[in-house]
């Protein structure tokens, strides 16, 4: 069952005081083909490939002249409180397709473009490239879902998550702090 707009906007205020500055990684996703999802205890980002056994070095792109990976998408972070409120129960999260799932405000005043994040052993930049949503989205979570994600507040809350790119790879663990650089 999909929420309502009503039900979605009713649901903000945990997003809004999600913590500041430092938080915690609360689902590690691989996504090793199409369509499947493997929840990691532990991962390893790598600069050049992003989360190792993850589909996004080898998949490509039609966003790109030579048809590979687009380089500001390389790893994908979106908010647990908002996957929470979108997808309900914790075993639907997965299915957002997003490889990182912190407990932190990623709003856009929080995060802005070029802002750091240290996890485990990792540094991760935040990419100018929006994270929108897409039919698939619309199909598992609701076509209120996405118009909600997509919506002005929803994109400055960045509801939908966001793209980064590895500045230094490392080891990754569940619990882990999150941290603003």
């Not at 689902?27 to 499947?36: K, S």
């Not at 600069?47 to 490509?60: A, E, Q």
């Not at 990976?69 to 129960?89: C, F, K, M, N, V």
């Amino acid at each position: 069952m999909h929420l309502t707009r009503e039900q979605l906007e009713a649901g903000l205020e945990p997003i809004r005081s999600a913590p500041k500055g430092e938080g915690r990684l609360d689902l590690i996703v691989c996504r090793p083909d199409l369509g499947e999802r493997r929840e990691l205890s532990e991962a390893t980002i790598d600069p050049i490939i992003g989360l190792v056994g993850d589909n996004w070095s080898t998949r490509g792109s039609r966003h790109t002249a030579d048809g590979g990976p687009e380089p500001d998408h390389q790893i994908t972070i979106t908010s647990a409180r908002a996957l929470a409120l979108i997808a309900g129960d914790r075993s639907r999260w997965p299915l957002a397709g997003d490889q990182l799932y912190v407990d932190l405000d990623i709003s856009e005043d929080a995060l802005p473009v070029g802002a750091h994040l240290s996890i485990g052993s990792t540094v991760l930049e935040v990419s100018p490239a929006p994270h929108k949503g897409c039919a698939k989205y619309a199909a598992r979570f609701g076509r209120e879902a996405l118009r909600f994600v997509q919506s002005p507040e929803g994109r400055a809350l960045r509801l939908r998550g966001l793209h980064a790119v590895v500045v230094e790879g490392g080891t990754v663990q569940l619990g882990d702090a999150v941290r603003s650089l």
